[in-house]
């Protein structure tokens, strides 16, 4: 591993401080057999559930870090994070409140909605077909959501444009690469690429970087950005138009990648630098060895800027503060 990587790893584990594996064994032993039986009854009624909280996971975290502030609801006072543009086709809320019910039940007023999202993200890429991987725990919930501050990523950021936005929060491009695989997984809202296939920065043809069987494909299933007025309704498609099963975690996104069938503008951006292009192919090519990187990344993004100790408070309801609570 790089210097530079190892600085970087070193900075996110202080920030971690008080994170541990284990951290409820003695508060409550059964969190991680609780949060992977609701995860599970989820997914045996929906194969896409996992690919949701995956997302709901990384659009916590990214902002603000781990603290739970996506799941919380706005109020006339507070417009909160999960009602900007960016998470308006955020799903998972209600299962994470299930899982909530079930942990309280079990575990009065002791585990965070933070923790709870963590580790029901780490179950969901399990059951994919993904790896399973050990959760540091002992986070604490925000006590501030605004609507003001969710600054996400486009899918139509450049390479750079994403780097920047990912070394601004602690993460690498070795984490952007190996993060963007989650798209190996569920669907994604037509009005998040729609310029790829109709408009590609105006100029009326498709983006010439897609594969041109897939952009026939996809306009068959998508209308054209002007007629788009809400973009939680607008159609969906797979991100994988290829495999039979497009709920299976796996590294065919770069394979994909590689035959210039990236849905996302981003994702195909991928092919643009050396560094980049060279880590899909290593990927495409070595599914165990992205399972693995995979589960470092995820798991460091899961440990950025988190609240432990005293700080922050465990939420009685995932969607709202507590009573002493600012959420102003």
Same mark, same amino acid.
């Given at each position: 591993?790089?210097? #530079?990587?190892?600085?970087?790893?070193?900075?996110?584990?202080?920030?971690?401080? !008080? @994170?541990?594996?284990?951290?409820? +064994?003695?508060?409550?032993?059964? %969190?991680?057999?609780?949060? *992977?039986?609701?995860?599970?009854?989820?997914?045996?009624?929906?194969?896409?559930?996992?690919?949701?909280?995956?997302?709901?996971?990384?659009?916590?975290?990214?902002?603000?870090? #781990?603290?739970?502030?996506? @799941?919380?609801? !706005?109020?006339?006072?507070?417009?909160?994070? /999960?009602?900007?543009?960016?998470?308006?086709? %955020?799903?998972?809320?209600?299962?994470?409140?299930?899982? $909530?019910?079930?942990?309280?039940?079990?575990?009065?007023?002791?585990?965070?909605?933070?923790? &709870?999202?963590?580790?029901?993200? *780490?179950?969901?890429?399990?059951?994919?077909?993904?790896?399973?991987?050990?959760?540091?725990?002992?986070?604490?919930?925000?006590?501030?959501?605004?609507?003001?501050?969710?600054?996400?990523?486009?899918?139509?950021?450049?390479?750079?444009?994403? @780097?920047?936005?990912?070394?601004?929060?602690? %993460?690498?491009? &070795?984490?952007?690469?190996? @993060?963007?695989?989650?798209?190996?997984?569920?669907?994604?809202?037509?009005?998040?690429?729609?310029?790829?296939?109709?408009?590609?920065?105006? !100029?009326?043809?498709? +983006?010439?970087?897609?594969?041109?069987?897939?952009?026939?494909?996809?306009?068959?299933? #998508?209308?054209?950005?002007?007629?788009? $007025?809400?973009?939680?309704?607008?159609?969906?498609?797979?991100?994988?138009?290829?495999?039979?099963?497009?709920?299976?975690?796996?590294?065919?996104?770069?394979?994909?990648?590689? /035959?210039?069938?990236?849905?996302?503008?981003?994702?195909?951006?991928?092919?643009?630098?050396?560094?980049?292009?060279? %880590?899909?192919?290593?990927?495409?090519?070595?599914?165990?060895?992205?399972?693995?990187?995979?589960?470092?990344?995820?798991?460091?993004?899961?440990?950025?800027?988190?609240?432990?100790?005293?700080?922050?408070?465990?939420?009685?309801?995932?969607? $709202?503060?507590?009573?002493?609570?600012?959420?102003?």
């Amino acid at each position: 591993m790089a210097l #530079c990587q190892l600085f970087i790893f070193a900075l996110v584990v202080t920030a971690a401080g !008080s @994170l541990d594996v284990g951290f409820y +064994d003695k508060t409550c032993p059964h %969190l991680e057999i609780v949060v *992977r039986k609701v995860v599970q009854k989820w997914f045996l009624k929906d194969k896409s559930a996992p690919a949701g909280l995956l997302r709901l996971h990384f659009h916590d975290c990214f902002i603000r870090g #781990c603290d739970a502030s996506v @799941l919380i609801d !706005s109020t006339e006072d507070n417009i909160a994070e /999960k009602d900007s543009v960016p998470n308006l086709t %955020l799903r998972g809320f209600d299962l994470i409140d299930d899982i $909530k019910t079930s942990v309280e039940a079990t575990c009065n007023g002791v585990v965070s909605c933070a923790d &709870i999202l963590t580790l029901a993200a *780490r179950d969901a890429v399990a059951l994919s077909g993904g790896p399973d991987y050990s959760v540091p725990t002992g986070r604490r919930d925000g006590l501030v959501s605004r609507i003001g501050e969710a600054k996400l990523p486009s899918p139509q950021f450049s390479i750079d444009q994403a @780097l920047g936005a990912f070394t601004a929060v602690g %993460l690498n491009l &070795i984490d952007l690469v190996t @993060l963007l695989g989650a798209h190996t997984i569920g669907f994604v809202h037509c009005g998040f690429f729609s310029d790829r296939v109709y408009d590609f920065r105006g !100029s009326g043809m498709p +983006d010439p970087a897609m594969n041109s069987t897939l952009a026939t494909l996809l306009k068959a299933k #998508c209308p054209p950005p002007n007629q788009i $007025k809400n973009i939680s309704l607008d159609p969906k498609v797979f991100f994988d138009q290829t495999k039979r099963n497009p709920f299976t975690f796996s590294s065919g996104f770069y394979r994909q990648v590689l /035959k210039n069938r990236g849905v996302l503008q981003i994702d195909q951006e991928l092919l643009n630098t050396d560094v980049t292009s060279n %880590l899909v192919v290593e990927y495409a090519a070595n599914p165990d060895f992205f399972k693995a990187e995979f589960a470092k990344s995820i798991t460091k993004l899961g440990s950025l800027s988190v609240l432990t100790g005293v700080d922050g408070e465990i939420r009685t309801n995932c969607r $709202k503060f507590n009573m002493n609570a600012n959420g102003n």
